[in-house]
């Protein structure tokens, strides 16, 4: 599927204006957001099915589900498809884009045009690179403006604290034309409430399981929690668990992205 096929796409005007005003007043700081993200239909049908008001998608699990290399930009045709697939389950739908899967403007903005006819709510756009630096900010501030004008929800995520390098609250500032700001791996409670108070837009952190409670961050001012490839990454484990029963045996905690990326052909 390309993106003029999407634009014929039968969603109607007044769908795409309603579908972000609906998804931008679920992001509320104080009061989350728990974001819950599928990779495949199945998931999807599964938390729609359990009330969850919007559903994002991992780029991890659409890439592992391919065979494809995570955050590399090569899962384009593939996260389309996936949105495509899920966006009648009557819940607000937000779409990992990596990176845009391009350093192109004109091209990002053509992708969220089409993602757009679809009836999706948001996108989250990455400046993380896959060899560990990070995208330009000039660069990535003209993709966040590509991606705007087409009413989708636009998240501007930051991978200071994921690759370790450069300067958190510089990115955020940076990005703050965007709808919200994501900044996954941020855990510190003092430092999640201090950049929530410094930043006009709402804060999107990843939930951690050794990490701040729900309530915590709600505490500390974050208006969306995702769940980014966790949720992915425990149903692997819970099938290893299931399989392994039947020999007797115990399987493994659930995997880390690490190791889950590790196992996925490489970027070329």
């Known amino acids: 599927m390309n993106v003029s096929d999407l634009r014929d796409s ?132 003209r993709i966040i403006e590509a991606a705007k004008g087409h009413g989708v929800f636009v998240n501007a995520r930051t991978d200071t604290c994921w690759l370790k390098t450069g300067d958190t609250r510089e990115r955020v500032s940076a990005y703050e034309h965007a709808d919200g700001i994501f900044v996954p791996g941020l855990s510190d409670l003092t430092e999640i409430a201090e950049i929530a108070a410094g930043t006009p837009r709402p804060l999107n952190v990843l939930y951690q399981p050794a990490g701040p409670t729900l309530a915590q961050l709600a505490a500390a001012g974050v208006a969306r929690v995702s769940t980014g490839s966790l949720l992915y990454r425990a149903a692997l484990q819970g099938a290893l668990a299931a399989v392994l029963a039947a020999r007797g045996e115990q399987a493994p905690p659930v995997p880390t992205y690490a190791e889950i990326a590790a196992m996925l052909p490489q970027p070329r």
């Open 10 to 141: 039968p969603a109607s005007s007044s769908d795409l204006r309603e579908f972000p005003a609906s998804f931008g007043e679920l992001h509320r700081p104080g009061d989350p957001l728990l974001l819950p993200n599928a990779w495949d239909y199945g998931s999807a049908a599964l938390l729609a099915a359990h009330g969850f008001p919007a559903i994002g998608t991992t780029s991890l699990g659409v890439s592992a589900v391919y065979g494809k290399p995570d955050a590399a930009g090569a899962t384009r045709a593939e996260t389309i498809e996936l949105a495509e697939a899920i966006k009648d389950l009557g819940v607000l739908v937000t779409v990992d884009i990596e990176g845009g899967f391009s350093d192109d403007p004109a091209e990002v903005s053509d992708l969220v045009a089409g993602l757009a006819a679809l009836g999706v709510a948001g996108v989250n756009l990455e400046d993380g690179r896959p060899d560990g630096t990070l995208r330009p900010v000039e660069l990535h501030q």
